[in-house]
């Protein structure tokens, strides 16, 4: 360990980290040189199963490709999330919610999703390096905090759940995170709005967006049932579920019959008409959520002591909840991981070895240092007409920016 920290290079040298992601969503893989990000791609990009979950071995092989190395170039590689400390949650929850123990899911689990290791010495036969355990909100706190225009800030991570920790909250000084404090599983922000996304019809864990987008249209009717029946709220942002109304602790559903009992309708059907009840119950999870985040950033700030703030999560995502806190002068600057969701956990994980493995320098990029996000596949004009050629589309092909610029406003 001492020995790697002395060797420590300068942004853009050094260490191949490749930073992985898998099993549950959104599947990724990452290539760091030093602190420099070479390549990063969700697996769904090249598999076309959306939100793939597998082993993402057609994100690495890109990853490689590009920085033009092998496998065996790799000097170390780091995982997003704690197995063991996942199965612990897994195993308690199941015998403290089901009236069961589900032994065959239990199982399949603990043979699948345990030993990661196993699973990337075997996918990854040429690499004999080491692996490095992260854990899933670390991995999501490193992924907003290093890329981040900031030497200081605050640090707060928001999703439905890692391995136990739903809300958590850090700091970010120069080349370092602590963390400061989380909220445990079952009461969590991001399970709280995902209930109501199935509710309102739409798929959890991808619909989440259609339920802001709809909250303008309808009035926020119902956040005091909300907040009297299904929850308690502290002062410091603190959530409590009540988990008579849910489901989603045994896996089965995020909601179940006493919540729709609740407000009186059924669940929505997936196409089905979209009235104003519907455009209310959005409105007023929207609102209880931004009153939630504001508690949570507010008390956060306190404890980290920096207006900086940095978020990732999916619920860091609700871009309507994070413009509340720059007008009500909450916070003075923010910057959101533009790759929130578990899709961005390998970067965080695969930064995280760098800056606390390696010990390497961090030089902080005023406009960020993700690069714009430009970090995955790109086709030249040659490629693309050789697809539309492929398949017989009908095409025209214009050689200046400014030629096709006019002709895309002119369109619109």
């Not at 790697?4 to 959104?26: A, M, P, Q, R, V």
């Not at 897994?90 to 032994?103: D, E, F, P, Q, V």
């Not at 707060?156 to 739903?166: F, N, R, S, T, Y």
Request: aromatic share 12%; with cysteine; charged share 25%.
């Amino acid at each position: 360990m001492e020995e790697n920290k002395e060797k420590g290079k300068n942004k853009g040298e050094g260490y191949l980290i490749l930073g992985i992601s898998c099993f549950y969503h959104d599947s990724s893989a990452v290539l760091l040189k030093g602190t420099d990000i070479i390549a990063a791609a969700q697996e769904e990009r090249f598999t076309r199963k959306k939100f793939d979950k597998s082993f993402p071995i057609e994100s690495i092989l890109f990853c490689l490709e590009k920085a033009k190395v092998d496998v065996k170039d790799i000097d170390l590689i780091a995982f997003y999330e704690d197995p063991i400390l996942k199965w612990d949650r897994i195993y308690k929850t199941n015998l403290t919610y089901s009236r069961r123990l589900n032994l065959g899911k239990l199982f399949n689990w603990f043979n699948s999703k345990l030993n990661v290791e196993y699973e990337i010495y075997k996918n990854l036969k040429d690499y004999k390096g080491e692996i490095l355990i992260s854990q899933h909100h670390l991995s999501h706190a490193a992924s907003a905090f290093y890329p981040s225009p900031f030497n200081e800030s605050t640090i707060v991570v928001l999703d439905g759940i890692g391995e136990w920790a739903c809300t958590t909250i850090g700091r970010g000084i120069n080349n370092r995170i602590e963390l400061l404090a989380e909220q445990r599983f079952p009461h969590s922000l991001g399970f709280l709005y995902s209930a109501f996304t199935q509710y309102l019809g739409f798929k959890v864990d991808s619909g989440e967006y259609k339920v802001m987008g709809l909250a303008p249209y309808g009035k926020a009717i119902y956040s005091e049932i909300i907040k009297e029946k299904l929850i308690s709220i502290k002062e410091n942002g603190v959530l409590e579920i009540n988990t008579d109304y849910f489901d989603f602790m045994s896996g089965k559903s995020m909601i179940n019959s006493k919540f729709e009992d609740l407000f009186g309708k059924r669940k929505r059907l997936n196409g089905s008409a979209l009235n104003k009840f519907h455009f209310d119950i959005a409105a007023s999870i929207q609102e209880v959520t931004e009153q939630i985040v504001e508690k949570i950033v507010k008390f956060a700030i306190n404890l980290a002591g920096s207006k900086n703030l940095v978020m990732a999560g999916g619920v860091a995502l609700n871009c309507v909840s994070n413009g509340n806190l720059l007008r009500k002068g909450i916070v003075d600057k923010i910057w959101i991981q533009p790759c929130a969701g578990d899709g961005g956990t390998s970067l965080g994980a695969a930064l995280f070895a760098a800056y606390n493995y390696y010990n390497l320098n961090r030089f902080v990029n005023k406009n960020d240092d993700q690069k714009g996000s430009y970090l995955g596949p790109s086709f030249s004009n040659e490629n693309i007409e050789k697809v539309l050629k492929s398949f017989d589309f009908k095409y025209e092909r214009y050689e200046q920016k400014t030629e096709l610029i006019d002709l895309i406003t002119d369109k619109i």
